[in-house]
């Protein structure tokens, strides 16, 4: 497992933006797939979206879809979400993964993040 290291949180009023990075510390190969959770007060961790590092084929939660993009600087291994049109459901710590061999990249073999906080206010 590699560490990663999450920013980019903060509070943003509703229809902003953020925009969230994840470089991993040491990795030697790239990971196979990156990706994004969340979870907010009182409720369980939920995937955002992933992405398939080689092919930068994406996938997203159907909550975020058309909102967030997930991309990656292949030079440095950093895994990027963009969020727009936030919402106040939008507010959780987001946790970026790496290397998972569950949905979103997550579940067994998954490198995780500390997180970082994003709140949405409306």
């Known amino acids: 497992q590699v560490q990663l290291v999450e920013s980019g949180g903060g509070p943003v009023q509703a229809g902003g933006s953020l925009s969230l990075s994840c470089p991993p510390s040491d990795y030697t190969a790239g990971p196979f797939c990156m990706g994004w959770f969340r979870q907010a007060p009182g409720k369980e961790r939920e995937g955002v979206g992933v992405?398939?590092?080689?092919?930068?084929?994406?996938y997203y939660a159907d909550s975020v879809k058309g909102r967030f993009t997930i991309s990656q600087d292949n030079t440095k291994n950093t895994l990027y979400l963009q969020m727009n049109s936030l919402k106040p459901e939008d507010t959780a710590m987001y946790y970026c993964t790496a290397g998972g061999r569950g949905a979103y990249c997550g579940g067994s073999g998954a490198s995780w993040g500390q997180g970082t906080q994003v709140t949405v206010s409306s």
């Open positions: 992405i398939i590092t080689r092919s930068g084929l994406t």
